[in-house]
């Protein structure tokens, strides 16, 4: 039987059980939060009052602040990308609507909320060059992203799994600055967006759990191959109008990094908290090429930590967001 054979019928073995796995990870959909509810009503009578208040709210947010939060709604607004990634994974068919397609759709359905009530909260904000921010995520969806993971489900799962974890810090984040700037409001939003990556990242990893369970020397190659190859953010071709593709990505990040939004010791917490998760260190009947990729996993936070330590803090770059308006 060859490896993508095997794949397969993993992945047919867990679309089986499709409902349970919706059932526990993703919400209903009467029943879920819209961006509706954390924005000003337009039909509403108070809206201009409403307005008015969410802009003094939003007047005194930092430069660097903002520009990580438009950074982070370009990311979501490329859901498109991302679902069209997932969906052609091997093992994912369109065609079988009730299998993992259902799986991917419900959750771009959800996904689907954040860059909508962000986008509409920073265009009522009064402080984001609305055509910049839309110039850029056009840019992004047209431009695509290569995420070393090919159309393997195993490493598509690693990747989806510490991805969602840290976006789940990363609004985490900006809902905690928030509130620091006085503006609980934006706070509440960041807040319920992370809730929703929690619990989506709580759902790939437990693909990953059940896949180890299964075929666990394969998986664990997978593992290190992606960690191997290091886990790029999805928006890594971030760019601003006339800008090479990538070029606003590094800034981005490096804006994180400045506010603490999200930094390399993020990475490096995210990848030991997977190795605990999935249990690298207790996984049993490996064959050599596997046992071989444990011991590297195991070792790799640590190292990680070494080289941090060891590398120079970057001078912050005097950089123009095009986005943000001052
Ligand atoms: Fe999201
Ligand atoms: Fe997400």
Redesign the pocket.
């Known amino acids: 039987m060859n490896l993508n054979q095997t794949r397969l019928e993993v992945m047919h073995y867990l679309a089986q059980t499709m409902d349970q796995i919706v059932e526990a990870f993703l919400k209903k959909i009467d029943e879920n939060w819209q961006p509706a509810d954390f924005l000003p009503e337009s039909d509403s009578p108070e809206f201009i009052e409403d307005v008015k208040e969410l802009r003094l709210a939003c007047k005194e947010l930092p430069y660097d602040y903002l520009a990580v939060l438009v950074g982070d709604i370009i990311t979501?607004e490329a859901l498109p990308t991302y679902e069209s990634w997932l969906m052609d994974v091997e093992g994912i068919s369109k065609d079988k609507r009730e299998g993992w397609s259902k799986w991917i759709r419900m959750w771009t359905a959800e996904?689907n909320r954040?860059g909508d009530l962000l986008n509409k909260y920073v265009y009522l904000s009064g402080r984001v060059n609305m055509r910049q921010m839309e110039i850029s995520t056009q840019h992004l969806i047209a431009d695509g992203m290569e995420i070393g993971t090919a159309r393997d489900p195993y490493r598509n799962f690693v990747y989806t799994s510490f991805q969602e974890m840290a976006?789940n810090i990363s609004h985490r984040r900006t809902a905690t600055l928030a509130k620091q700037f006085g503006n609980n409001h934006l706070s509440k939003i960041c807040g319920v967006?992370a809730a929703?990556?929690a619990r989506h990242a709580k759902a790939y990893k437990s693909f990953i759990s059940r896949i180890f369970e299964i075929d666990p020397s394969e998986m664990m190659l997978a593992f290190e191959d992606m960690m191997r190859k290091k886990i790029v953010m999805p928006a890594h071709f971030l760019r601003q109008q006339g800008e090479k593709i990538g070029t606003t990505f590094t800034h981005f990040s490096d804006a994180a990094q400045r506010l603490g939004v999200y930094t390399t010791s993020d990475y490096t917490d995210i990848l030991e908290s997977l190795v605990k998760e999935w249990d690298i260190s207790n996984m049993r009947g490996l064959n050599d090429a596997a046992e071989k990729a444990r011991d590297y996993l195991m070792g790799l936070p640590d190292r990680f930590r070494r080289v941090a330590e060891r590398s120079a803090i970057r001078v912050p770059i005097e950089y123009e967001f095009n986005w943000i308006t001052r």
Do not use: L, W
């Open positions: 979501e996904e954040h976006t967006i929703d990556e």
